[in-house]
C-alpha cells in the first residue's frame, strides 16, 4: 500500500470502529501521545467517551467518509452523519477533521462540525464571548475576541 492507501484505510478503520462501537480497537489507531484540539485533551480516552456519549443518546449515529484527501503526514476527511434527527430543512449533519499521523496511527486531530442540533455537537461548548483558535500548542492560551472580524468577513462571527 502506498501512504495515501494506509491513511486512507486507518481514517476507513476508525469509522468502522465507531459505527459498529468498537471503541476500544479505536483507541489502538491512536499514539499514546494523541492530542485532540477540539477536547484540547491529550490521549484518546476522552474521544472514548464523546463517542459513548454520542452513542448513548443516539443509538443509530453512523458516520460515512465522503471525501478523504492525503498530503504528507496529514489527511483531511468530510464526513456526513446519519441517525440524527434533525428539523425539517436542516443540513444533514458534517464533520471535517484534519489528521496527522505518525507511524502508521492518529498522533493529532483537528476538527469543525455544522449541521448538528446543540445537544449533539461534538464539540465542546465555547466560553462566552471567545473563540478557541483551533490548533493552538497544548496549553497556549491564544484567543480570539468574539466581536472583532475574522479572515475577511469584515464582521464578527
Known amino acids: 500500500m502506498t501512504a495515501r492507501e494506509d491513511a486512507s484505510a486507518l481514517i476507513q478503520r476508525m469509522h468502522e470502529c465507531f459505527n459498529t462501537r468498537q471503541f476500544d480497537q479505536a483507541a489502538d489507531l491512536h499514539t499514546p501521545g494523541f492530542f485532540s484540539h477540539p477536547l484540547d485533551t491529550t490521549g484518546f480516552q476522552a474521544g472514548k467517551d464523546a463517542w459513548r456519549t454520542l452513542t448513548a ?9 465522503q471525501d478523504i484527501l492525503v498530503d504528507g503526514d496529514k489527511a483531511a476527511v468530510r464526513s456526513t452523519v446519519e441517525g440524527i434527527t434533525t ?4 443540513a444533514q449533519p458534517m464533520l471535517i477533521e484534519i489528521f496527522r499521523i505518525e507511524d502508521g496511527r492518529f498522533a493529532e486531530m483537528w476538527g469543525v462540525s455544522t449541521g448538528f442540533p446543540p445537544s449533539a455537537s461534538p464539540e465542546p461548548p465555547r ?3 471567545m473563540h478557541i483558535l483551533r490548533g493552538d ?5 491564544t484567543r480570539w475576541p468574539a466581536d472583532r472580524p475574522r479572515c475577511g468577513t469584515g464582521t464578527a462571527r
Open 57 to 65: 443518546r443516539f443509538p443509530g449515529i453512523r458516520v460515512v467518509a
Open 87 to 90: 428539523l425539517d430543512g436542516d
Open 127 to 129: 466560553r462566552a464571548g
Open 137 to 141: 500548542p497544548p496549553g497556549s492560551s
